[in-house]
């Protein structure tokens, strides 16, 4: 089982060990204009309880990134198993369903971490603080939390790779799921301030949970335990759900 998922995910390394240099300059930019216009400009006209608005905003950009560079890691294998019809090799070669799952997983948490770590260097060279996340413990509950989001999400993109039969309806995806929640999962300000009613269906979503454990840990304010409870099942349901789905289409 481990040798095969050291081997799905070994492929996928070499691929990003080529690009690399290509991946990261990529992934600067979207950062870069998050913390200039929303950090710089409209952050220095902003005040918030727990310090600074672009301590604020650093978390909630990191929740985004994570969440679309994991799903955007994944979708290859729609093009795989739609276009390219390669994924049959996967399924006709003698590695457990599971590991497929697995290591394509982790390949996209390696991605998503590699940008989280570019942010918050981009975050303290813009003048963020993130003083929390000098502490051994802080950091690495607030790694936990990252690598978390990333696998829900690379368990959303296999899981759209595994169902949607066609190229535009993998684009709205982004369009119609992952754009609304960056801009309206508490990345950007805080969900107290919504309506009672969409508030309830804003908590719901996993990157609500995110946004509020990243910026807990990060600015010293309380972090709820029953967000890290529903992140980890948003993780348990959709790994079952990705690998029934795989399963369905190696019968």
């Not at 276009?83 to 497929?100: D, V």
């Not at 066609?166 to 754009?179: A, F, G, K, P």
Request: hydrophobic content about 55%; some cysteine; glycine content about 4%.
């Amino acid at each position: 089982m481990i040798e095969d998922i050291i081997t799905v995910f070994w492929r996928d390394w070499i691929v990003l060990k080529r690009r690399l240099t290509k991946f990261i300059l990529s992934r600067m930019v979207a950062p870069v204009l998050y913390l200039t216009a929303f950090g710089w400009g409209l952050g220095r006209s902003i005040t918030v309880e727990s310090g600074s608005y672009l301590d604020f905003l650093v978390p909630g950009i990191l929740a985004i990134n994570s969440m679309n560079i994991a799903f955007n890691s994944i979708t290859p294998v729609h093009a795989e198993r739609i276009y390219h019809k390669s994924l049959e090799e996967y399924i006709l070669a003698p590695i457990n369903p599971s590991a497929f799952v697995v290591g394509k997983i982790i390949a996209a948490i390696l991605r998503a971490l590699i940008s989280s770590i570019l942010i918050i260097v981009l975050a303290l060279i813009f003048g963020a603080t993130l003083e929390r996340l000098t502490e051994p413990s802080t950091a690495i509950i607030f790694l936990m939390v990252l690598i978390l989001n990333s696998i829900i999400f690379a368990e959303i993109g296999f899981l759209a790779a595994m169902k949607i039969k066609t190229y535009e309806e993998m684009s709205q995806v982004n369009t119609y799921i992952l754009l609304p929640m960056s801009f309206l999962c508490g990345t950007f300000f805080s969900t107290a301030t919504l309506p009672s009613t969409v508030k309830f269906f804003i908590e719901l979503l996993p990157l609500t949970h995110t946004s509020a454990l990243l910026r807990g840990l990060s600015t010293g304010t309380t972090a709820s335990l029953g967000s890290s409870v529903v992140l980890i099942t948003y993780a348990a349901i959709i790994f079952w759900l990705d690998l029934r789905a795989f399963r369905q289409l190696s019968d």
